[in-house]
């Protein structure tokens, strides 16, 4: 039973454009959300988080949405650079970062 | 210095055999985990630990027993190792009281043949 689902397990985007990668979760427990990218041979690292408190959160490139009637966020970034083309993971947890559980991953390249 | 640390890279090893994870971690984190990542590339919490306390133990088999000497260490052991058993297995840390985001080792990719 999958509680967090990306649907899209590639995209691939053009250099400047954006990108949307999107997470969908089943469980309405879930209060805090987190993204994370990861390169090939190499652990997750943290990219961006959004507590259910609110509904949109930006550092720099990177955008963070959430809708919790829906029961999605998505991760924008833009603009896309070729050095963004990882494996980014939506991960969730129902008490605030005790307990992640993952989605399967996006795989985004970024083309030059 | 690297914040969450395991070792070994990389580990084949023969069928029934017994081996250790070792991961360490120098964030002053109060929680570390375990996580499996598996073909289809989901990672799977499989233990974390609170103050020498396990807090999670989601259902693995008990040939996986997570042994944690002191608070920034926290070793995977396996035992009597099978061929499902191959995949990456990370170690991560986080402090939960404030609310950050967990630290993840390189991983271990581990081959049972």
């Known amino acids: 039973d999958q509680q967090v689902k990306q649907n899209s397990p590639s995209l691939s985007v053009q250099e400047g454009r954006i990108s949307i990668l999107n997470c969908d979760y089943t469980n309405s427990m879930f209060d805090y959300f987190l993204w994370y990218k990861k390169y090939p041979a190499e652990g997750p690292t943290f990219l961006i988080s959004?507590?259910?408190?609110?509904d949109k959160n930006e550092d720099g490139r990177f955008t963070v949405f959430l809708n919790k009637s829906a029961k999605h966020l998505s991760l924008h970034i833009v603009p896309s650079q070729p050095g963004d083309s990882a494996v980014y993971f939506c991960?969730?947890?129902?008490?605030?970062?005790?307990?992640?559980?993952f989605g399967p991953g996006t795989r985004l390249s970024v083309l030059p | 210095d690297t914040a969450v640390s395991q070792t070994p890279k990389y580990l084949v090893t023969q069928m029934g055999n017994d081996k250790s994870i070792k991961c360490e971690q120098n964030l002053g984190h109060d929680t570390m985990y375990w996580y499996k990542q598996d073909s289809k590339k989901f990672l799977k919490i499989m233990f974390s630990?609170?103050?020498?306390?396990?807090?999670i133990n989601e259902t693995v088999p008990n040939r996986f027993s997570p042994k944690s000497p002191d608070k920034a260490h926290l070793n995977l052991h396996i035992n009597s190792l099978e061929l499902g058993d191959s995949a990456v297995y990370f170690c991560?840390?986080?402090?939960?009281?404030?609310?950050?985001?967990?630290?993840f080792g390189q991983g271990t990719r581990l081959t049972v043949v």
């Open positions: 991560a840390s986080s402090q939960v009281e404030r609310n950050t985001e967990a630290f």
């Open positions: 630990y609170n103050n020498k306390e396990l807090i």
């Open positions: 959004i507590s259910s408190i609110k």
């Open positions: 991960a969730a947890s129902a008490d605030y970062g005790q307990n992640f559980v």
